[in-house]
């Protein structure tokens, strides 16, 4: 990166094409990792195809050609650690392991998904795999993250938090306090920036006047690591570093991963008539930087994959997505209970 | 065995019983190692339990409420303190928008166990940000639970039963009240799910309903009228959401007259709660007056002293109010 936060190539599409380097890197978990980013596209062009088909009510953030940074991220969590999310979490909780079914019960308004058909899309939960919640106001889930990072220092348990949000997420007040805070506090935390140039239609450049958000980890005398985030490895890689970092208690750790989002802002739309700086050439050439066919090549030009494994797991990722669906469909709905119950943990107002 | 204390110590022992108590217990906020702005309420926490769990903070209302949010989603008993309502502003997304919600958000899977402490600091010319008392709006809120406690005891037992409960938590005490004294048994949990409203006096001419520095000035209004042999019943709603109104209607129901004394402002406010939820409850000419609200005038607080005055609801004014009622 050049010192005045600009991306420079990081941020061409014509650049970074290339495979994903995977020396040195473990064969298995590598095709593990793909197997994963798999099952995320898919699941989302599902999904898309169900908003599309009007078998989903709420809206869908969806999250195509991002999938390598959850990947990568989730590669250096344990079970124990606290993870939150935003409205495009989907990745996300997948990465960490969550049911297929549930999630897609969850944004069909089940009782049988993720928040008991209680959130949607937008408002995720999945604890026992590390994932404390998903939210949709922008920036909401900065200090809570920072808050678990701290319980975990004060419970001595070695465990980070993790958050996950965009590029116009920095934009709010409480990203600038929650940054100072947790630096003060020492809070092990890792704030993970997908700084996917846009913020609903609007390209960065119309909102910020440099492209780098590491710059406020800089200002906050946080490490920060920047990197192409549609490379598994590399994102992985970093995470590592800020992650070993953190967990010692020498404070937040600050990753931001460069990436493009497919689709618009909600739903499957490409959003090319009402972005602004986006077009449908963009999308395209986007296309040609996707982050799981430059780790399919990776994989083969190290001679540890072919087209023959890949048809067969596509296959197999296909089928476990049409099973997920298909139960999620015949699933119950909450009953009407359910309205009130859950206001107050301990259960509803007793009138 | 009874113990001596002021509302503020009261406070100050709450904070100490869980801190020695509870591991899980930490306390963070903006001049909590300060008496300026926490009054003798947290004298000396920082030095009896350390730093790290009693956090003063940088100058970040959102982010130490958000903080404690997500301590509480990871099994810590957060106490977060607002040395004045009017900061607190700055933290409405992460009272409002998910500690309030996020059990329902989530399916009643979770639910962040924090208490947010928020002081009403008002007088002294202050004026219209340093002055205000919002619990109104905040008791509007499904999902958080407001408690304003009026009382010595209530400070000490219903801070302890706010942080032990399980859901979100805004606590609101009145520094005008941190001189009342009175002399406690010792302290026993308690569930904040079953506290309801308190009758502090028994009467049948008039039912007096108040919360926080109010009550003071009901009870207060209570003696003035027991010496002119008239009988009020005080009530002290103590916990404001939920809100329990049925202690209320039975009053009423009795008296038939009915006078809510609030701190806050009449527009939309609790006072204005208070009157449907007995209207709706009770039967039909129940009432032998029309209910009447004291509270603020609707505009923000003054600095000038003379206006001052004039703005916060007086004794004579209140006595005059209860009299005109039992005409």
Known sequence: MNNDWSFGSLA??????????????????????????????MAERCLANGKRDGLIGGPVHLGVGQEAIAVGVAAELRKTDRVFGTHRSHAH????????????????????????GMGGSMHLWDQQNGFYGSVPIVSATIPLAVGAALAAKLQCSGDIGVVYFGDGAVEEGVFHESLNLARMLKAPVLFVVENNLFASHMHISLRQPKEATSRFAAANDIPYVLVDGNDVVQVRLAAAKLIVAARTCNGPGFLEAVTYRWYGHVDWREDIDVGVNRSIDDVTLWHKRDPIARLIAGLEGAGLFDLERLKEMEHKVAKEIEVAWNMAMSDPFPTPLALISRVYAEGGKSE | MLTHYNYGTAMLAAFGYLLEKYPDVFVIGQGVWSPWYVGNSMTNLEKRFGVDRVIDTPVAESACTGVAVGAALAGMKPIVVHPRMDFMLYAMDAIVNQAAKWSHMMGGQSSPGLTIRSIINRGGEQGAQHSQALHAWFAHVPGLRVVMPATVADARDLLIASVLCPSPVLFIDDRW???????????????????????????????????????????????????????????????????????????????????????????????????????????????????????????????????????????????????????
């Open chain 1, 93 to 116: 909780v997948l990465s960490l392991g969550a049911d297929l079914r549930r999630l897609f019960s969850e944004i069909l308004g089940r009782d049988t998904g993720l928040s008991r």
């Open chain 2, 177 to 327: 009240l941190y001189a009342l004294e009175d002399d406690l048994p010792p302290i026993i949990e308690r569930d904040l799910s079953l506290e309801r409203p308190l009758c502090l006096t028994k009467g049948a001419d008039i039912t007096i309903v108040a919360s926080g520095y109010s009550t003071q000035l009901a009870l207060d209004t209570a003696k003035e009228l027991a010496l002119q042999e008239m009988n009020a019943e005080v009530i002290d709603l103590r916990v404001l959401n939920p809100f329990y109104p049925e202690l209320i209607a039975e009053s009423v129901a009795k008296t038939g007259r009915l006078l809510v004394i609030d701190g806050g402002w009449k527009s939309c406010g609790m006072a204005g709660e208070v009157i449907a939820s007995v209207t709706e409850r009770v039967p039909v000419g129940a009432f032998r007056k029309p209910p009447v609200r004291v509270t603020l005038p609707d505009a923000p607080a003054p600095t000038s002293v003379v206006l001052e005055t004039a703005y916060y609801p007086s004794n004579d004014l209140i006595l005059k109010t209860a009299k005109d009622l039992l005409k």
């Open chain 1, 12 to 41: 061409d599409p014509l650049q970074h094409q290339q495979p994903v380097n995977v020396e040195g890197q473990n064969a298995t978990v590598l095709i593990r990792q793909l197997e994963m980013m798999l099952r995320i596209r």
